[in-house]
C-alpha cells in the first residue's frame, strides 16, 4: 500500500468543493485528507461513499481528557470519522512549541484510539547544509520506542522543502528513506516538501507515499497523480 496524505492549509478554507467521487484511484493507494479541524465533518460527509479515500486531522491532544482548552482529544477525532493523524509537522513544532516528549504521549494515545499516526520528521536548512540531517532524523526519533515503529507512518519532510518548491536531489531523498528504514527501523516511510506533478512518480517509487500540501488543494494535479 502507498499512502497519498493531503495537508490541507488555511488557504482551503474557500475552496472546499472538492468532487472527490470523480478522483480515480491506483489499486496500491490509499488517500487521506487531512483539512483543518472545522472541515473534518464536512470532508467526511463527502468522502462517504470513496473507499480508498480517509480522513485524518493536523494534530491532536496528548491526552484523552480533561482541561486542556484549545486541545481536540482522539475521541472527538474520532467521532468525526478520522482514521490518521498527523503528529509533529514542523510548522507545529515551531508555532506551538511541542517537544519530542509531547509528540510521542500525541502518537500513543492516538494509536489507543486506533487512529494511526502521520509523525513528522526533518532537517532546517542550515542543518542540510551542514551535512547534519541523520543526525537530526536520529535525535527526532530516539526517543520513539520500538513497538509502535511498525505501527505509524513516518513522515520525512525537509523543513525547506516544505512550501518553497525546492527538494533536495532524487538521490538525496532515496538515501535518508534509507536510512530512516534500515537504520532508524521504521517501517512506512514517506517524503513531504514541495511533491508537484513533474516529481510525483520518482518520488513514490522511491517511499511508501507522500505527504502533500499546495499540490493537494489544486483538484486537477492532485487527482491526476492518485491514479499514476
Ligand atoms: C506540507 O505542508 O507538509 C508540505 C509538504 O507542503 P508542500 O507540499 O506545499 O511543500
Redesign the pocket.
Known amino acids: 500500500m502507498k499512502y497519498i496524505i493531503a ?1 490541507w ?1 488555511m488557504n482551503i478554507v474557500d475552496n472546499i468543493n472538492q468532487k472527490f467521487q470523480l478522483i480515480k484511484i491506483g489499486s496500491d493507494r490509499e488517500i487521506i485528507i487531512c483539512p483543518p479541524y472545522t472541515l473534518l465533518n464536512d470532508v467526511n460527509n463527502s468522502i462517504k461513499n470513496c473507499d480508498k479515500i480517509s480522513l485524518g486531522s493536523q494534530d491532536i491532544s496528548h491526552k484523552a481528557s480533561g482541561a486542556y482548552t484549545g486541545m481536540i482529544s482522539p475521541k472527538m477525532l474520532t467521532n468525526c470519522g478520522c482514521k490518521y493523524s498527523i503528529i509533529g ?1 514542523s510548522e507545529s513544532r515551531l508555532y506551538l512549541k511541542y517537544d519530542e516528549e509531547t509528540l510521542i504521549q500525541k502518537a500513543k494515545i492516538a494509536l489507543e484510539y486506533g487512529i494511526m499516526p502521520i509523525y513528522c520528521i526533518g532537517e532546517s536548512l542550515n542543518e542540510y547544509k551542514n551535512n547534519n540531517t541523520k543526525n537530526i532524523l536520529r535525535d527526532q526519533t530516539k526517543l520513539i520506542p520500538d513497538d509502535i515503529k511498525s505501527k505509524i507512518l513516518l513522515a520525512y ?1 525537509p523543513i525547506w ?3 518553497s518548491g525546492i527538494t533536495p536531489k532524487m538521490e538525496q531523498i532515496s538515501d535518508s528513506i534509507s536510512f530512516i528504514k534500515n537504520e532508524l527501523k521504521f517501517h512506512n516511510v514517506l517524503y ?4 508537484v506533478k513533474s516529481n510525483f512518480s520518482d518520488i513514490m517509487s522511491m517511499s511508501d507515499g507522500v ?5 493537494s488543494i489544486n483538484f486537477d494535479d492532485f487527482s491526476y497523480c492518485c491514479n499514476l
Open positions: 495537508n492549509k509537522h519532510e522543502a516544505i512550501g513531504g516538501g514541495s511533491v505527504l502533500i500540501g499546495s499540490m
